[in-house]
């Protein structure tokens, strides 16, 4: 209870319920002054301050993530999902990355179950003044908050896979010139022969639900080959992707249908927090029942882009 009386709201707890329990919440044991000094950043005392309070917001807000059901606010028109936007809006853009070494699998679950409860809200007007009229999934996917990039990256975590050299990927999203559309492509980080034989591109539609399950969601990224790749993206003769943006050229791979277990594959998602995505895959292959994938969360890369 005293933890939680320092984010300034009023809980009553379950029984059962011991927020302190080590074994139960993650906890970074870094000091980032000495990290700091490791990796030869000439970080100010100022920087250094600034990172450790985001890193502990970042801490405390994956607490709150994690035993959400076992608070009980006093206040009856309390919402779950705003909250956690403004807290998590405290961390800061540039730090927002520190979430993605706090949250568990099953933090990741329940994430997408607390991003339900904007939903209870009577009116879109509340949940728009409850984020400081911050919330545009798609602008966020357009990077329109950190400067409009060409290319917007985003770091992934998924749930349920052990090893971060694993469940750690990247999204990279790309605003087509002269369209409304935005595409982009999936990086592993296995290498070259991976990314060639992986592409991973999609398409992403605003505004989808998940058919599976009726439940909403603020985009859909559909995965697939050429088809997915807006008509104004330049291809070479060899169909790889061009990226040309004030003067530099990217060359991404050529795109062709995904191979399994990202065929008939696509995730939806919800934006949680400024820069923060949920989200969840499913599985739609012919003459097959529809299958749940991974759950995933996203977490916009800021300094990729100032």
């Given amino acids: 209870k005293k933890y939680y009386s320092k984010l300034n709201i009023n809980f009553s707890f379950k029984n059962n319920f011991n927020p302190f329990i080590a074994s139960r919440i993650p906890y970074n044991t870094r000091c980032v002054k000495v990290e700091a000094s490791i990796r030869g950043d000439a970080l100010s005392a100022a920087e250094v301050k600034q990172r450790a309070k985001a890193e502990e917001q970042a801490k405390r807000v994956a607490l709150l993530i994690h035993e959400w059901n076992a608070l009980k606010p006093f206040d009856p028109e309390f919402n779950l999902a705003a909250y956690i936007w403004r807290q998590a809006s405290l961390i800061g853009r540039d730090h927002m990355h520190l979430l993605l070494d706090y949250l568990e699998s099953e933090d990741i679950h329940k994430l997408w179950r607390i991003s339900s409860k904007r939903f209870d809200m009577p009116n879109k007007l509340q949940w728009d003044a409850a984020t400081d009229f911050a919330f545009d999934p798609m602008k966020e996917l357009r990077g ?163």
């Fill in 144 to 306: 329109g908050y950190i400067g409009s990039p060409q290319k917007v990256y985003f770091e992934g975590r998924a749930a349920n896979i052990p090893t971060s050299a694993l469940n750690r990927f990247q999204k990279v999203f790309v605003s087509a010139p002269q369209s409304d559309h935005v595409f982009g492509r999936v990086l592993l980080g296995k290498g070259d022969l991976v990314s060639s034989n992986l592409p991973l591109y999609f398409k992403v539609v605003p505004g989808e639900s998940v058919p599976h399950t009726g439940e909403a969601a603020d985009a859909c990224l559909v995965y697939g080959g050429p088809e997915v790749i807006p008509h104004t993206i330049e291809m070479d003769d060899k169909s790889r992707v061009i990226l040309e943006h004030k003067g530099s050229t990217t060359t991404w791979p050529p795109p062709h249908d995904p191979i399994y277990p990202f065929s008939e594959l696509k995730d939806y998602v919800r934006l949680v927090a400024p820069g923060v995505f949920v989200g969840i895959g499913w599985r739609a292959a012919a003459l097959l029942p529809p299958k749940q994938f991974l759950s995933f969360v996203l977490v916009q890369r800021y300094e990729e882009h100032i």
